[in-house]
């Protein structure tokens, strides 16, 4: 590009690019507004979706199965659009059942497989998962969490050591009407990376919630709603992976 001020030709520096790997469609969500506000700011984020969702049928009418997979893929698509991000990469493993050992090959050897190759693929800068609580203690957050920080250890082609793990704020999980398990949030002392949001971030992230309508029915939405801005007190906190200075930026 030609600088305004110099008028030499400048090289263009490429987009920046945030990386986060999910167990099911609607996972985003304690981080929706952080997502949005890269997004804004012209960050490449990227949502790695890797069950099909077909087992979250709590809160809908949908048959669980194939029928409730391919509208999870489509809320999944909605919220990505909500929030600024690229369309969704839904890897479509059964949900519920990664832990299955008796597959040959083991569920879990192939979705180390298929990770690898779309981290080699899209190359992030930041890499963001669940951590070891799984944010609701659900065991296929658990899995991905563990999954993708075996492929940041292993040094694995795209899988960058600037990684960061999300939790579920206990304000969520108890708007949500659901009781949170016991010792599983970690310690505050923890959270040492502190990104700021601002309210249209926000209302992205609430935009982006509205999508999955079959995971939160419009009661819930009401309900949570009004604490959007008290969870999260303007910033989204992480918990990076590996020791270091507190940071106000997922970004070196």
Same mark, same amino acid.
């Given at each position: 590009m030609l600088s305004a001020v110099t008028g030499t030709i400048t090289a263009q520096q490429p987009p920046r690019t945030l990386v986060i790997v999910l167990a099911h469609p609607d996972d985003e969500t304690p981080v929706g507004p952080m997502l949005a506000r890269y997004a804004r700011e012209g960050v490449q984020v990227h949502l790695i %979706? %890797? #069950?099909? &969702?077909? !087992? *979250?049928g709590s809160n809908t009418t949908i048959p669980r199965g194939p029928e409730l997979a391919r509208?999870? +893929? @489509? @809320? +999944? $698509?909605?919220?990505?659009? $909500?929030? *600024?991000? !690229?369309?969704p990469v839904l890897l479509g493993f059964?949900?519920?059942?990664? &832990?299955? =050992?008796l597959a040959d090959p083991p569920l879990l050897y192939r979705l180390t497989d298929r990770l690898a190759a779309e981290l080699a693929r899209l190359h992030p800068d930041v890499l963001l998962t669940w951590g070891a609580d799984g944010g609701t203690g659900h065991p296929d957050h658990r899995l991905v969490g563990s999954l993708v920080t075996q492929l940041v250890l292993a040094g +694995?082609? &795209?899988? #960058? @050591?600037?990684l960061f793990y999300v939790s579920m704020p206990? @304000?969520?999980i108890q708007g949500a009407g659901r009781p949170a398990p016991p010792l599983l949030h970690p310690q505050e002392k923890f959270f040492t990376t502190r990104v700021s949001i601002t309210d249209p971030d926000i209302e992205a992230s609430g935009r982006s919630m509205e999508c999955h309508r079959t995971q939160f029915p419009e009661e819930m939405l009401r309900r949570i709603a009004p604490l959007r801005a008290s969870i999260f007190k303007g %910033?989204? #906190?992480? %918990?990076? +992976? =590996?020791?270091g200075e507190s940071t106000t930026s997922l970004f070196r």
């Open positions: %979706v %890797v #069950t099909d &969702g077909a !087992q *979250g509208a999870r +893929a @489509e @809320e +999944a $698509a909605c919220a990505a659009k $909500a929030l *600024g991000a !690229q369309p059964p949900d519920a059942k990664l &832990g299955d =050992f +694995a082609p &795209g899988a #960058t @050591e600037h206990p @304000e969520m %910033v989204v #906190t992480l %918990v990076p +992976a =590996f020791p």
